[in-house]
């Protein structure tokens, strides 16, 4: 890939007052053309080891999120937001490669809003289509690469901290509610990224992960891959929190299941591109 380096602002909660600090950091990225003035952009994710999960000492943990445990992930890109619905949009018009796709699914509508109101099996031909267009392998994350996406090196509740800031995520009590009441927002919105240059990451909409829906980590793969069992319709992995959820629920360990064939609101989707080269 021809990467280009970016600049983008990060923020960290400094003490349980919720005092912020305010940085510029540089991350790497590519720009893949979709057509149609349709421009989708991957930041690279270099590899990396992670706790992966919630400690035992964690207060908000959800029996789901443990036991916590070790995981080395390999080099990827990662979309710097969510799917939106221009992106999706202009995909949905593709040839099918094995499914129709609604070119309009959303319920809260905005060029610029995540698309939602997507199964995960829609998902899954979304990153076909990507794929065959591009010649590169697109697909969901893993469940690992998403947490370590997120905490992007960080071991706390968020990857802004102890706490999230609600003035920086669509949550509940957020005070995005002044302008957007009970929807999704714009991507990017806040203004502000992870430490590798990703985008809403906590709240807006929950995201689809490959993974199959297991209750603890116990067994759980400890190489970055996704965790699947021979069962068709088992239920997958969503991650992030969306606009109604309390903080708790968009923490970077927390997790959540649904069927693959449902379509929810609160739902969207973000992209990974697989590379084989260490990228820094």
């Known amino acids: 890939m021809n990467t280009q380096e970016f600049e983008f602002d990060m923020a960290t909660v400094r003490s ?15 720009s893949e053309n979709l057509g149609a003035d349709c421009v989708l952009e991957m930041v ?9 999960g919630s400690p035992d ?12 445990h070790q995981v080395a992930v390999k080099p990827f890109f990662m979309g710097k937001y969510p799917i939106t619905q221009t992106q999706w949009q202009v995909v949905a018009t593709m040839p099918k490669v094995e499914l129709a796709l609604n070119p309009n699914p959303s319920k809260y509508q905005g060029d610029n809003h995540p698309v939602e109101r997507v199964s995960w099996y829609e998902a899954i031909e979304f990153c076909w289509r990507l794929s065959r267009l591009t010649g590169k392998h697109y697909r969901l994350p893993t469940e690992a690469e998403w947490e370590y996406a997120c905490r992007s090196r960080t071991n706390s509740r968020f990857h802004f901290g102890r706490s999230l800031p609600k003035h920086l995520a669509n949550c509940y009590g957020s005070q995005s509610k ?18 590798f240059g990703l985008y809403d990451m906590h709240g807006n ?4 992960c490959v993974d199959g829906w297991h209750e603890d980590y116990n067994d759980a793969p400890t190489n970055g891959s996704a965790w699947l069992d021979e069962v068709e319709a088992q239920e997958r992995v969503i991650r992030g929190g969306f606009w109604l959820s309390y903080p708790r629920n968009c923490r970077s360990a927390y997790r959540d299941s649904y069927e693959p064939d449902s379509r929810s609101s609160v739902i969207g989707f973000r992209v990974v591109c697989e590379t084989e080269n260490s990228l820094f």
């Open 16 to 30: 349980q007052a919720g005092e912020l600090k305010l940085s510029r950091s540089q991350g790497y990225y590519f």
């Open 44 to 52: 690279a994710i270099p590899e990396g080891t992670f706790m992966m």
């Open 57 to 68: 000492i964690e207060k908000e943990a959800y029996d789901s999120e443990k036991p916590e």
């Open 178 to 195: 002044n302008r957007y009441p009970e929807s999704t927002t714009p991507v990017g919105l806040f203004g502000v990224a992870n430490a």
């Open 205 to 208: 909409v929950n995201e689809w």
